[in-house]
């Protein structure tokens, strides 16, 4: 919108090519003539610091609109196409509640500007604004307010620091419709008309319930605090104890929502805090075969009791086929076997391998 600027670096007037807004039932057109309502706009905020050349050219272009006392100007729930500019009168600004209740948001005084929804955004106005008194409007149409946004800095300042101070009124009423509505719609307002400024943020996101996932490889496990868990709580709920930092104890569970875990952990330590991590079943898995988690006892260290390879009883379909296998196999091959498993059991192997090799097996 509007002509290229001069190279003097006059930002460039306004375009003057908008149609009349559709007239709501007490308001009327009126002529507005322009050098009389010079010295009003100028003192106006919204172009109190834009170039003189820029609120001349304005003062052509804005439409006179009669209000009657109880005239609703903006209406919520639909798109206003334009901003008003309170020139005379009063006016104000309600937010509809879930119960049909107008509540009072702002009471608007002559040089006060509305309607920056539907003028900036398109959007459906959130709230009303009604005449209280016979007023007149100075009425700015949308094309020509969005064509002075890109290049007048003055205007979108002004409309920042307006839409600013109504976030903080929207937030002051209390009220039990949804506050995030009015709070999105001004910030993306904000953000419209003035990039480098930035909108009031909206609440962050609650991440308390966020658990993290973790492998066990990111951990330095120590014994310490590995033995700070009975084996059985760790085997049955199927978690470790990882990492301890002042009175914070990590660990990483297979199940970080496990309730009753969580509450036998607090039962079971009394003076730290726990902090759950997720973890794989695989990871965890590995984890307790490679620690060496097989029994209430702890780690298996070594040295402990060797398991006795003739102690092995294994579970025949008859007597006659365990005979028939013993004369066939021999009772060497059956001791090599035990011997092979039960070095397999003490190493904690997941499976055995035999394979042929040129010097055996």
Request: net charge negative; charged share 20%.
């Amino acid at each position: 919108m509007g002509d290229p600027q001069s190279s003097t670096g006059a930002p460039p007037a306004p375009d003057a090519s908008a149609a009349p807004p559709p007239l709501l039932e007490g308001i009327v057109r009126v002529k507005v003539p322009g050098e009389k309502i010079l010295p009003f706009l100028a003192r106006a905020s919204l172009f109190k610091t834009a170039p003189k050349e820029v609120v001349t050219k304005v003062s052509t272009l804005l439409q006179g609109l009669e209000c009657a006392d109880g005239s609703e100007v903006i209406t919520a729930g639909k798109v206003n196409d334009g901003l008003g500019i309170l020139f005379s009168g009063k006016a104000q600004v309600l937010l509809p509640s879930p119960g049909g209740e107008l509540l009072p948001v702002e009471e608007l005084l002559p040089g006060d500007h509305f309607g920056e929804v539907g003028a900036v955004l398109g959007k459906p106005s959130p709230y009303f604004v009604i005449a209280t008194d016979a007023s007149r409007v100075l009425w700015l149409p949308a094309p020509i307010l969005q064509g002075m946004m890109g290049s007048v800095p003055a205007v979108s300042e002004a409309l920042a620091k307006r839409l600013s101070e109504r976030v903080v009124a929207f937030a002051g009423v209390e009220r039990h419709s949804s506050p995030e509505l009015i709070t999105e719609i001004e910030a993306q307002l904000l953000e419209a008309v003035e990039p480098q400024l930035q909108a009031p943020a909206l609440p962050a996101a609650d991440m308390s319930g966020v658990i993290a996932f973790a492998e066990l490889r990111d951990f330095d496990l120590s014994p310490t605090v590995l033995a700070m868990v009975p084996t059985k709580l760790i085997r049955s709920y199927r978690l470790l104890p990882v990492k301890l930092a002042g009175n914070l104890l990590t660990i990483a569970m297979v199940n970080p929502r496990d309730y009753a875990a969580l509450a036998e952990l607090k039962r079971t330590l009394h003076t730290v805090q726990i902090a759950p991590v997720a973890i794989g079943l695989e990871d965890f898995n590995s984890a307790l075969v490679r620690l060496k988690l097989l029994d209430d006892s702890g780690p298996k260290k070594a040295g402990g009791p060797r398991i006795n390879p003739d102690s092995f009883q294994f579970e025949t379909v008859a007597e006659q086929d365990r005979a028939s296998d013993a004369r066939a196999v021999g009772d060497d091959a059956i001791r090599l076997v035990n011997r092979i498993i039960a070095a397999g059991l003490e190493r904690e192997a997941s499976d055995i391998h035999i394979e042929p090799t040129a010097h055996g097996f």
